[in-house]
């Protein structure tokens, strides 16, 4: 079944989370708007990739969808079933994650049997005897010998132990995967295995992945789709090959001229798009994106953009918008 006609296992529907933060002691509490109105469907057996600089909602998105947090508005549902009605130990079968930091996301006090064994024992899955084939069936499968149960984090590689992360988020045999980050901070030279590792067990297992990442070039060797977060908001969503091959918003374009490359003589690459993040406390008026886009017309500093659909998806951006009546100015 095409992913046209496929319902959406995971879908987030207008889903926002705002914060209160006090500003210092004796400041003013105000409100953060972490995840700005994200509307994304994701169908089964899918990888959608979500990139974005650090700070612009990706990780308070997964949390989320973890059940971590809850939305401030909106609705995020699994197979049609909104997750408020879901408990926390039935949402634990169907998703789970794998986090950025294989070294602090292990117990270093536990053996690699009892770290991977945990949900087995949590959802009271068969006795010792069963946990113990369990575990050692998912070892083989996510590469790892079956002597390495009775070892601690600390006796492992990097590589090795965000294997071990993987085998614990499967053991369970979860639907959905929320991978934040799982390979930066992995050597490259192990990032590649890790990457074809987790592509080989959504196709053996047909899993369903929301894979965050900075990195567009780590989301292009495995995601289907990618949806470009900034701000909290969802500017431009494609599949892979309609994002790559003609990314619309210049915040894309930015984020792609920043991937490193192979090629002799280009050195370092530069986004043209300074250091000054914005403050998400305080963010720009109209188009959030304006202040650093060298693109930007007095139009996009006053009036906010609203999604333009595009042949694989949409792109928030006053260049594509028909109703602009500055669409072909541009500031000095």
């Known amino acids: 079944m095409s992913a046209e006609t496929d319902p959406a296992v995971l879908e987030l529907r207008n889903v926002t989370k705002t914060y209160r933060v006090k500003q210092g ?5 105000s ?7 994200v509307s994304l469907s994701l169908p089964r057996g899918e990888v959608l990739g979500l990139v974005g600089e650090s700070g612009c909602g990706k990780s308070t998105l997964a949390k989320i969808l973890l059940g971590l947090e809850m939305p401030s508005s909106g609705q995020v549902l699994i197979d049609g079933t909104e997750i408020r009605a879901q408990d926390r130990l039935s949402l634990a079968r169907r998703i789970q994650p794998i986090f950025q930091d294989p070294y602090s996301s292990l117990n270093p006090r536990k053996t690699i049997f009892d770290i991977i064994s945990l949900p087995l024992r949590v959802h009271r899955v068969g006795g010792r005897a069963e946990w113990d084939r369990k575990v050692r069936e998912i070892l083989d499968i996510v590469g790892l010998p079956a002597r390495v149960m009775e ?12 294997r071990v992360a993987i085998a ?17 901070a992995l050597d490259v030279s192990v990032q590649s295995q890790i990457l074809n590792l987790l592509g080989d067990l959504r196709r053996e297992f047909g899993l369903t992945y929301l894979f965050i990442s900075h990195d567009l070039a780590v989301v292009e060797h495995l995601a289907t789709r990618v949806a470009v977060m900034y701000l909290g908001r969802i500017v431009e969503e494609a599949d892979v090959a309609g994002l790559f091959d003609e990314a619309m918003h210049p915040y894309t374009r930015a984020l792609l001229k920043s991937v490193l490359t192979p090629e002799p003589g280009l050195g370092v690459p530069d986004t043209q798009l300074g250091v000054a993040y914005p403050n998400p406390i305080d963010p720009p008026s109209g188009c959030q994106f304006h202040p650093r886009c060298p693109m930007a017309t007095e139009y996009c500093q006053t009036t906010k953009p609203v999604p333009i659909p ?16 500055m669409k072909n100015e541009k500031v000095a």
């Open 31 to 37: 409100l953060l708007t972490a995840v700005d109105d």
């Open 151 to 162: 070892t601690y984090p600390s006796q492992m590689s990097g590589g090795q132990r965000q």
């Open 168 to 184: 614990r988020a499967l053991i369970m045999k979860p639907e959905i995967v929320i991978c934040d980050e799982p390979t930066s």
């Open 25 to 29: 002691l004796f400041g003013k509490a």
């Open 310 to 325: 595009t042949r694989t998806g949409h792109v928030e951006c006053h260049l594509h918008d028909p109703n602009n009546p």
